[in-house]
């Protein structure tokens, strides 16, 4: 039996909840052990009824000063919503947002995208262990851009911030989903990549120094395997980077697969200072209940706002890009070292799975050849031209660099241009 205490009137839902814990027949002291949970102002989880039973509920700040720290870390859009939202059920501690989120410190749960250009490490020295969420790029790429297409592509926390009320409200026009993707394809499939390998390294730096956006962006560039030497200070001084979890986003939004993948979450955090964490036979209860009664936003809004998330498609080159990326990863994390390493095989169940569906995309299209446009001269100087338009475009001109602090470092990456 599944029991859901939910609304916006608390008398109510404590009147509720008393009387279904009568009809449960519960002995008054754990009536009263379990209105205490309710009702506390400064600690409320969900709450386990015993038997797989359980009662959701809102999740609340953290209000001690050191907790554990746990760092959900993945490439953008990789369902970390859906992700913080079961960690949230799970627990009943918020969530913190690493980019967006003002409060300070940040501790406890703290989400983030970094290394990719899209996250900052704004929680300094306050994560202990870190939890990593993958997703087949065949759709975190599009849901990336996305959600870059609802913040206006801000080049700056104050117009994101400002353009945050439409996130999760309408898909992208696709005129700028095909710029984009032929713009920017080829560097995110490989920043897909690389944000896995940073982690499964412990922090193996992939970018150039003073290369502030980490997005190898002319006039800097990825590093290759012979320049890949450093440690991200990060990893070195603030926290241990190498995940105690992978968690995959298919796996946890799966009814049959999510709960299993939910104990991934609990495992890693249970019994860790100030960390709260519901019974292990309620945690089926309180995945399918935070499914149900997690708040809003979520990316179901964006289908009522236009086209649906399949019309965001690839070029039949981009699908075998992806493709040899997820063979590339799926050989090298099944092979030498990574052998026996669990965490290893966790990621080849996946890209396993990504691989089937974009095998299988590719020989549809082979099958079924959609019609496209005849190339045209001048095609990629308009899409460097329109992404340059865009607040996310061209962060590495030289004008702007000359008025940064850091151009007498940096300078004689620009005496080739021109």
């Known amino acids: 039996m599944i029991i859901r205490i939910f609304g916006s009137n608390k008398t109510n839902r404590k009147r509720r909840m008393i009387g279904i814990i ?19 102002t400064s600690r409320r989880m969900s709450i386990d009824l015993g038997d797989g039973n359980c009662i959701w509920t809102d999740s609340i700040p953290i209000s001690t000063e050191n907790p554990y720290g746990t760092l959900f870390a993945s490439y953008p859009a990789s369902g970390m919503r859906k992700t913080w939202q079961q960690a949230e059920g799970l627990t009943g501690i918020q969530m913190i947002d690493d980019f967006f989120q003002l409060s300070y410190p940040k501790v406890g749960l703290v989400k983030t995208q970094y290394p990719h250009y899209e996250g900052i490490w704004s929680y300094a020295q306050n994560m202990d262990q870190v939890i990593m969420l993958i997703r ?6 599009p849901s990336y851009h996305t959600l870059l297409s609802e913040l206006n592509y801000a080049h700056s926390w104050e117009l994101a911030y400002d353009h945050l ?3 999760f409200t309408r898909r992208a026009p696709m005129e700028d989903w095909t710029k984009w993707r032929d713009y920017r394809f080829e560097d995110e499939i490989v920043l897909w990549g690389l944000q896995i390998d940073f982690w499964m390294s412990n922090g193996t730096k992939y970018w150039m120094d003073y290369d502030f956006e980490r997005n190898g962006q002319w006039p800097f560039h990825f590093l290759n395997s012979s320049e890949k030497t450093q440690q991200d200070i990060h990893c070195a001084v603030d926290c241990d980077c190498v995940p105690k979890a992978i968690v995959a986003y298919e796996r946890l939004t799966d009814p049959i697969t999510g709960p299993s993948e939910l104990r991934k979450i609990a495992n890693v955090i249970r019994g860790k200072q100030d960390m709260t964490v519901i019974n292990n036979i309620a945690i089926d209860c309180i995945w399918h209940e935070t499914w149900i009664n997690a708040p809003a936003p979520s990316n179901e809004a964006r289908d009522a706002n236009g086209l649906p998330a399949h019309a965001y498609n690839f070029t039949m080159s981009q699908l075998e890009s992806m493709e040899a990326k997820l063979i590339e990863f799926r050989d090298k994390y099944s092979s030498g070292s990574w052998t026996n390493n669990s965490l290893a095989q966790d990621l080849v169940r996946s890209f396993e799975d990504y691989l089937d569906e974009v095998s299988a995309e590719i020989v549809f299209y082979n099958n079924n050849p959609p019609t496209t446009p005849a190339p045209y001269a001048g095609y990629e100087n308009e899409i460097q031209d329109w992404y340059n338009s865009k607040g996310k475009g061209n962060r590495y001109d030289k004008a702007k660099i000359q008025k940064m602090g850091i151009w007498h470092l940096i300078s004689h990456f620009y005496d080739e241009e021109e």
């Not at 009568?22 to 506390?40: N, R």
């Open 165 to 167: 009320p439409a996130v």
């Open 136 to 141: 087949n790029p065949r759709w975190a790429i």
């Open 22 to 40: 009568a009809m449960l027949g519960l002995s008054s002291l754990f009536i009263e052990s379990l209105l205490s949970l309710f009702t506390s």
